[in-house]
């Protein structure tokens, strides 16, 4: 029990953080339009939503801990390096729109604390590319787990002072705002970065472990009985990680629901003194600054978490190492700084819900690719997805494909 403890926390981090970077400021803002739109309505499908993560997510850690490579790297070395490119590319492009998101919720969540806009996104531009320019990935891995005890306490706190109340948790209606709803929280569970950032993340953590270790032969790899075992209590270790956070994560979202539950759903959630006082209204004087909190941790989390996945899967589908993306990270971030600033914020609200629909589309190419991997045994050997496992995956990609098609018709 205790060496299982040990290797859970010595191989914890990657799984967790991408789980909490799921839960951004753009799954935030959808979370709290669905409670205030169906009150507990979708909790159902928020609970069931664990499922598809999980199976997604595990792929992606279990192809990192299989090659200790990154999943840009993978397609480019297997296929070739205009697919690597083809399926990064996308992500890319569509990234930049999510980081203009997580900085409006950054000043979203500081105005409720009299931070003018003005002041909060230069700085919070220079502390993200501070911590994603740092050279040691473990640096920035311990600097973002404290930032995720925030966002879960700043959620958590919000819900406690509004009170749990007695709404019906199933609620299903086939009108197309509600089956948009329903996209926008399929959209809202598996985002294409984390495909790229949890296997990149894993194959770094790993191959770090494994070389440190104190175990010679395991470090230099003569003993490759020893290397196997190893690699089993890798991917043991962030299976569990990947479900404790795909868990997490989706109550995160619960907890928003039900948190904005009873808001007023005309409300402009990108007007500062419209939301305090939406939510002082049901939930007390105190509700806006714990919401606050959490919105902070929340976006500044997954813009350091987006930011790495983003461009660590591009730089590898290019072939560069991940040591010269500095530039790329000042790139994407320095214009979505300056469309935050000068673009009205209600007009990204519903940038927001649309983006999160289009994630769905964007998945499909690395989704298609992950799976076809994660089953070749040439690349994974004893690691390859089995026949079951196999049918769980396609059948959750098959899932939330759907619904993005039903949020476009």
């Known amino acids: 029990m205790r060496r299982n403890l ?37 909790i159902w499908l928020l609970i069931l939503l664990i499922i598809p993560l999980y199976l997604i997510q595990e792929t992606s850690g279990r192809i990192g801990v299989a090659t200790e490579r990154g999943l840009g790297e ?37 105005s409720f604390f009299g931070v003018p806009i003005i002041f909060s996104l230069p700085i919070f531009y220079i502390i993200h590319l501070t911590v994603v320019i740092r050279r040691k990935y473990g640096v920035t891995e311990s600097i973002l787990v404290l930032v995720s005890a ?14 749990v109340k007695p709404y019906n948790p199933l609620y299903f209606v086939p009108s197309p705002g ?21 296997a990149s993340a894993t194959a770094e953590k790993v191959s770090h472990i494994r070389k440190q270790s ?3 032969e395991i470090s230099g ?7 196997s075992q190893f690699k089993k ?8 990680e990947t479900l404790f956070g795909a868990v997490v994560s989706e109550l995160l979202m619960v907890i928003v629901e039900m948190a904005m539950s009873g ?13 305090a006082k939406g939510l002082s209204a049901i939930a007390g004087i105190y509700s806006p600054y714990l919401f606050g909190i959490g919105l902070i941790g929340a976006a500044f989390l997954a813009l350091v978490v987006i930011s790495l996945g983003s461009a660590w899967g591009f730089m590898e589908a290019l072939g560069i190492k991940r040591e010269k993306a500095p530039p790329l990270y000042v790139l994407e971030s320095l214009p979505a700084v300056i469309i935050a600033l000068i673009i009205p914020a209600a007009s990204l609200i519903t940038t927001v819900l649309d983006l999160l629909v289009v994630f769905v589309f964007v998945l499909i190419g690395p989704g298609l690719l992950m799976g076809l991997i994660a089953r070749n045994k040439s690349i994974m050997r004893s690691y390859s997805t089995s026949k079951r496992g196999e049918i769980a995956y396609w059948s959750s990609m098959v899932f939330v494909i759907i619904f993005g098609i039903l949020a476009l018709a």
């Open 233 to 240: 209590v890798a991917i043991k270790s962030m299976r569990m």
């Open 6 to 42: 040990r290797n859970y926390i010595k191989f914890f981090g990657p799984a967790w953080l991408v789980m909490m970077a799921d839960m951004d400021a753009s799954s935030t803002i959808g979370a709290a339009e669905t409670g205030a739109i169906f009150k507990y309505g979708l």
């Open 214 to 216: 104190a175990d010679k």
């Open 263 to 275: 808001i007023n759903p005309d409300l402009n959630f990108a007007s500062i003194p419209e939301l």
């Open 74 to 110: 993978v397609i480019r070395d297997n296929y070739s390096h205009r697919i690597a490119i083809i399926t990064t590319l996308p992500m890319v492009v569509t990234d930049v729109v999510t980081y203009i998101i997580e900085y409006l919720g950054i000043a979203i969540g500081l």
């Open 150 to 163: 925030s966002l879960i306490v700043g959620f958590l706190a919000t819900l406690i002072v509004r009170g």
């Open 221 to 227: 790899d003569p003993d490759r009985g020893k290397l």
């Open 178 to 198: 509600f089956l948009f709803i329903l996209a926008v929280n399929v959209g809202a569970v598996i985002m294409p970065f984390m495909l790229f950032f949890q």
